[in-house]
C-alpha cells in the first residue's frame, strides 16, 4: 500500500528490504494534530474505539489513538477482504490484540489472519504487520527533560550498560532510547510486556548495528523465544528511536 491509499491521513511504507523478506510490512504515520475527532474518516471505528479515543484528557492522544485505529483497520482490510469497518479484535490470553472472524471466533488455521502491532509517540506511529508469525513495533521520541539515567536499573542488562557507559556522554542518550525500543519491540513480539522486567536479555554488544540479544539470566522464562527472534532498529525522523522484531518463523 502506498501512501496514496489512505488519502486522509499522512502514511507512508518504510522500505526495510530484510523485514521486506520476511514477510514483514512497516508503515509510519505522521500526524495532523488539527484534525478533529468529527473527521468523517473516523467513521470506521468500533464503538469501543470511540469511547477509549473519548476518555483521553488531551486531544492529541485522543487523535494518535484513533487516527492509528483507522489506518491500521484500512491496512488489515486489504490484507483479508474483510470491510474496515467490520474488523473485529481481542486479546488473546496475554493480553495482546488480535484480529477474530466476524463471527466472533479466531480462525483455527494456524496464521489464518495476519499478525500485527502499533505503537505511537510524539509526531509519529509504526504500524508492522506480519504475513506469517508475530511481529512487535516500538517508537519513542526522546524527550530533553527526561532523566533517562534514573530508568536504566530497570532497563539495562550488564551488557548494555557497559555497551553505553563506553560511548561518548553526548551519544548515551539516544543509546537509551536504541536499547528501550529494541526491548520493547521484542517482547512485543513475543505477546508478555514487561513484566518480567527488561534486564534478563541484553540488546547492545559485538559492535552490530543491529540488537544483538544475549541472555544475562539463563533461567529467564522467555529466554529460548526472544533468541528466535530477528530485529532491526529503524529510521524514522530526527529525534526519534524505532525498533521493529519478528519471529523468524515469518520466513
Known sequence: MTAAAIPDFDVRPLAVPRASGAGIEIFCITFDFGVTLEHPAFAVLSADEHAKAARFLRHEDALRHAVTRVVLRRLLAERTGVKADELR???????????VSTQGAPRNEPNAWPDFNVSHSGQHAL?????????????EAARQNMNWQA?????????????????PVHLRA????????????????????????????SVLG??????????????????HAIT??????????????????????AV
Request: net charge negative; charged share 25%; proline share 6%.
Open 206 to 223: 559485538d559492535g552490530r548495528r543491529e540488537p544483538n540479544v544475549a541472555l544475562s539470566d539463563e533461567r529467564a522464562r522467555n529466554g
Open 151 to 167: 530508568l536504566t536499573p530497570a532497563v539495562f542488562a550488564p551488557r548494555d550498560e557497559a555497551c553505553v557507559s563506553a560511548l
Open 174 to 201: 539516544d543509546a537509551f532510547y536504541d536499547v528501550w525500543t529494541a526491548k520493547e519491540a521484542m517482547l512485543k513480539a513475543l505477546g508478555v510486556g514487561i513484566g518480567d522486567g527488561m534486564t534478563w536479555f
Open 228 to 249: 528466535q527472534l530477528d530485529a532491526l532498529w529503524l529510521q524514522v525522523s530526527p529525534g526519534y528511536s524505532a525498533c521493529v522484531a519478528w519471529s523468524r518463523d
Open 89 to 99: 479484535f481481542e486479546p488473546d490470553a496475554a493480553g495482546r490484540p488480535r484480529l
Open 127 to 139: 504500524i508492522a504487520i506480519a504475513a506469517q508469525g508475530r511481529v512487535g513495533v516500538d517508537i
